[in-house]
Structures are given as structure tokens and as C-alpha cells.
């Protein structure tokens, strides 16, 4: 295993079995106990464990969002693929909020070479943006939280009430057919929710983990999401629900 191979194998197995021993995790990944320890050492960094005697522990209880550094490391390919099916579905010189998240990061990376006015919910998707001279950003303001860099308070809140958007590009820790979309932190649903209300249109992006999930705080319901992007099976019971309730479902192109 390479080091990011070893980093999403060891957070992977502290989520299901909560422990591992330095001598556990050596022998599983065929890594020296000394790489090991480093790892840890980087992951402790990054919030997504404790490092105790002998090993290290979760520190990623159920109902919190895995810290950002965790969640970069996870499914690039996917969501590269996703990012490039929902540019497709935009057209030049749409105005477009882009939210929070990894997946969102990846979706600003793919609008190169493309014409949009883009107001991102976070600094990392506004870095990327402005490296793509089709693009005019329009920065929502306000404080932003540490790590996820996302925009919180009643600035950006006040600045959705203010414009008025083609297009929402959601993303959701959570999307369920009955509970609609919903994320973890509260602060940042207050701006997706007034994000939601400034669009015309709302496309939600979602890895198929998020599928059936809730997490505490509810966005919005399905009925204001216009359509969803996911790389969920297309026989999965979720996608099913979601269709049969009159939910657009698309997938990747390439899938």
C-alpha cells in the first residue's frame, strides 16, 4: 500500500472495530511498525483518530462528519466522474452557487474552460475556481470555519437573500427520499437552505455512501430538488424510491 492506501485503510478500520494495535495494523498493511506510527501521527493531526498505548482509537464518533483531510482522501475517481456529469448539465453563462465538500471541489475543477458566474459556499472550491479565467466569482462573505474553510453566519445567508441564482449545485452528508436532504453541521445547512431558495434550479451531487442516509439537520425536502447526480446503482432501492416519488436520478456518463 501506498501512504494514502494505508491512511484510508487504517481510518477504515478504526470506524468499524473503534481500536488497532501498531502490530495489527503493520501486519495488515505490510508496512515497517515505524511507517505506522508516523501515520498515525499524521492522522491524529488531521482529527481523524487518538493515538493511545500500543495503537491509536477513533475519534470519529457516529453522527459527526469525518474531518475534510479525511474525506479528500476518499473516493476521488468517483467523484471526478460526478463533477463532470453535472458541468455537463450546465451551460455557459448560467449564474451558479457551489457548495461545501469535496465533491463540490472537484465539480470546480471540472468547470475549466467553461463560462460561469460561480459563488462558491467554501474557500477550497473558490481556490480552484479562480484558477479558470471563464470564470467570475462572486464571494458570499461572512466567517469561515476552520478546516472545511465553509462560509457561515448571516452574510452569506443575507447575500443568497440578495441574488438570485440559475442554478444550486448541492451537496449533502445525507439524502433519503422521505427526510430529503440533510447535513451535519448546523450552521452551514442555514446557508444551504438559504442558497436553495435564491436558485431556480437545484441539482444535488451524492456519492452513493450518502444514499438513505440522515444526518441531523435537514436542508430540504425532495420536492425542491430538481434532480440528483450519484454513482448509486441504478437498481438500488434508494434510487428506486427516489424515482418512483418522481425524482430524476442521473448517472456518470461513463458508468
Do not use: W
Request: hydrophobic share 45%; aromatic share 4%.
Amino acid at each position: 500500500m501506498n501512504v494514502m492506501e494505508r491512511h484510508k485503510f487504517v481510518v477504515s478500520l478504526l470506524m468499524q472495530q473503534n481500536r488497532a494495535t501498531v502490530a495489527e495494523l503493520a501486519q495488515a498493511t505490510g508496512a515497517s511498525e515505524m511507517t505506522i506510527r508516523r501515520d498515525l501521527e499524521v492522522l491524529e493531526s488531521r482529527g481523524a483518530l487518538r493515538r493511545v498505548r500500543g495503537g491509536a482509537v477513533s475519534n470519529l464518533p457516529g453522527g459527526v462528519e469525518p474531518p475534510y483531510a479525511i474525506r479528500a482522501m476518499s473516493g476521488a475517481q468517483a467523484k471526478e466522474r460526478l463533477a463532470r456529469t453535472v458541468v455537463a448539465l450546465l451551460t455557459d453563462g448560467e449564474t451558479v452557487a457551489l457548495d461545501t465538500g469535496t465533491t463540490a471541489v472537484a465539480i470546480a475543477k471540472a468547470m475549466a474552460d467553461r463560462q460561469f458566474t460561480v459563488t462558491p459556499l467554501s474557500l477550497h472550491a473558490a481556490f480552484a475556481l479562480s484558477a479558470h479565467p471563464g470564470i467570475h466569482l462572486l464571494m458570499p462573505g461572512g466567517q469561515v470555519r476552520p478546516e472545511e474553510l465553509s462560509f457561515y453566519g448571516q452574510t452569506p445567508v443575507q447575500t443568497f437573500k440578495d441574488l438570485c441564482f440559475d442554478t444550486f449545485v448541492l451537496g449533502c452528508c445525507g439524502v433519503d427520499p422521505v427526510q430529503g436532504a440533510t447535513a451535519y453541521n448546523l450552521e452551514d445547512v442555514q446557508v444551504k437552505r438559504a442558497a436553495v431558495a435564491a436558485a431556480q434550479r437545484v441539482v444535488l451531487v451524492a456519492t452513493a455512501d450518502k444514499l438513505g442516509r440522515a444526518a441531523l439537520g435537514r436542508i430540504c425536502s425532495m420536492e425542491q430538488i430538481a434532480l440528483i447526480v450519484t454513482d448509486a446503482p441504478d437498481d438500488s432501492p434508494v434510487v428506486k424510491e427516489l424515482r418512483d416519488r418522481g425524482v430524476e436520478v442521473v448517472h456518470p456518463a461513463d458508468d
